[in-house]
C-alpha cells in the first residue's frame, strides 16, 4: 500500500501559520516578481478566480480589500516542507518526497494495521507540530493514491482510502486528471474514445503505448492496480544544478546582466556545495525580453580548469564570457546557469598531465562563507561581482512576508 501526504494549498497554509489575519480570507501568493497566482485559498477559489490569473487585473480587488496577495516566500516554503518530511520519516516506513508540498509514503505493515486511523493520527501530527493542513490517501499504487488525495481533501478527515474496486471513482474521473496524463495528451486519447480514468486503465495495451509510449501504459497499469512506477532516490546525488531568475525590471546594460550572472552563479554554488560536488562547467543563458512572452537566448558553455565549487574560481572562467551574451539595444528578462558534470569532492578520478596533483576538494573559504550566511541569513557575505545598490534586476516581491522560520531577525514575537 502507497499512501500520499500532500500539503492542502502549500504556500498560502504557510503563510497562514505566522499570520493568522489571513486565515478565513481569499488569499493567493504570487509567482516570481508577483507576476500570476501560484496558490490560492480555498476562500480565494471559492470567487471564481482561476489558478495563473496575472496580479495586474485584480489589484483595484486588493485596494478594495477584497483580495490578499503574498509575495513567493520560498525560503519559509522550502523549511516548512522539511519539517513535514522530518515528521513523515519518524512515523513511515519510507518517505519519497515527490515535491515541495507532496511526499508518497509506506505505512507501516502489519495485520493490525488501521491505515484510516494511521492517515488521521499523521494529519493532526504535521497540523499540531509544523501548522500545514494535509490531504493523506492511501491506494496499491501511486498514480491511484493520487486520486485517493485528491479525494481525500474534500472529505472533513482529511484521509480517504482507496476502495478494493475503484471504477465507480475512476469513471467520473476525466483522463485529463490523471497524474501524467494532462493537455497534451488528452486530444489523442479522445481520439481513441478514452475519455475517464477507468477508460484508460481498460484500453488495449497496443493502443495505449501508439498514444503515450511506455510511460502512459505503465500508468494505465497502475490504474489497474499493478505498481509500475519506480521509486525515484530523491536524496540522490543531482546530474545538474541550476539558479535562474526573471529580472524585476528588463536590463539592458552589460552591468547588470553580469551582476545577475554572478549572483545566480553563487546561489546555484551554494547549493552544489550543499551536495558535497564540484562542477566541470556550467552553460550560461540569458533571454530577450518580448512583449508577447517568451523570447530569444543567447548561450554559452564555459568549461573550468579544474572541477570547482568556489565561486570566485567559477566567475572567472565565466566573466570573459559574459560579453559573448550581451548585444547592445536588447532588452533582458532573464539568465541562468547550468553547472554540469558533477562529481564528488574529494573522490578519486582520472588525471592528466596538466591536472592539479591532489585532487579537487571542497573550498575551505566557501564552507566558511556558507556558514556565515547560514548564521546572520542569506547574502550576508557575497561578491563584490554581484553589485551593491539599487539593482533593478533582482526579483520583485513588495509583499514578501517574514521568514520566521530560518532568520533570527525575523523571528515570530509574541506581544
Known sequence: MT????GNNFFVSCERVFDRSLVGRPVAVLSNNDGCCVSR????????????????????????????????????????????VSLLREEALDVEQY?????????????????????????????????????????????????????????????????????????????????????????KLRAERIFTAADLRDAPAGVVRSVGGATLLRTARELGGAPCCEDRD?????????????????????????????????????????????????NVYAQEFASGGGGDFLEVTVVFPSPTDATNEMMQSIRPEIGSLFVPGLRYRKTGVVFFGLEKAGA????????????????????????????????????AGEGVGDQPWRMKRSRLSRRATTRWGELVTAR
Open 3 to 6: 499512501g500520499l501526504v500532500d
Open 41 to 84: 485559498s480555498d476562500e480565494f477559489k471559492a470567487l471564481g478566480i482561476p489558478m495563473g490569473t496575472p496580479y495586474f487585473q485584480l489589484r483595484d480587488r486588493e485596494a478594495s480589500g477584497e483580495l490578499v496577495f503574498r509575495s513567493s516566500n520560498y525560503e519559509l516554503y522550502g523549511d516548512m516542507s522539511r519539517r513535514i
Open 99 to 187: 515535491s515541495i508540498d507532496e511526499a508518497f509514503i509506506r505505512p507501516p505493515e502489519g495485520a493490525g494495521i488501521d491505515l484510516a486511523e494511521y492517515g488521521r493520527r499523521l494529519r493532526a501530527k504535521i497540523l499540531r507540530w509544523v501548522g500545514v493542513p494535509c490531504g493523506v490517501g492511501f491506494a496499491p499504487t501511486k498514480t491511484l493514491a493520487k486520486i485517493a488525495n485528491h479525494a481525500a481533501k474534500k472529505r472533513p478527515d482529511g484521509v480517504f482510502l482507496m476502495p478494493r474496486d475503484p471504477t465507480e471513482m475512476l469513471s467520473a474521473l476525466p483522463v485529463d486528471e490523471v497524474w501524467g496524463v494532462g493537455s497534451r495528451l488528452s486530444p
Open 234 to 282: 530523491y536524496d540522490a546525488d543531482p546530474d545538474s544544478v541550476s539558479c535562474s531568475r526573471s529580472f524585476g525590471e528588463p536590463v539592458t546594460a552589460i552591468e547588470g546582466l553580469g551582476e545577475s550572472i554572478a549572483s545566480f552563479t553563487a546561489q546555484a554554488a551554494a547549493k552544489l556545495r550543499r551536495h558535497g560536488m564540484l562542477a566541470s562547467g556550467c
Open 348 to 383: 578519486a578520478r582520472q588525471m592528466d598531465l596538466f591536472s592539479p596533483a591532489e585532487s579537487p576538494s571542497a573550498s575551505p573559504l566557501y564552507r566558511a562563507i556558507d556558514a556565515l550566511n547560514a548564521k546572520y541569513g542569506g547574502g550576508k557575505v557575497f561578491s
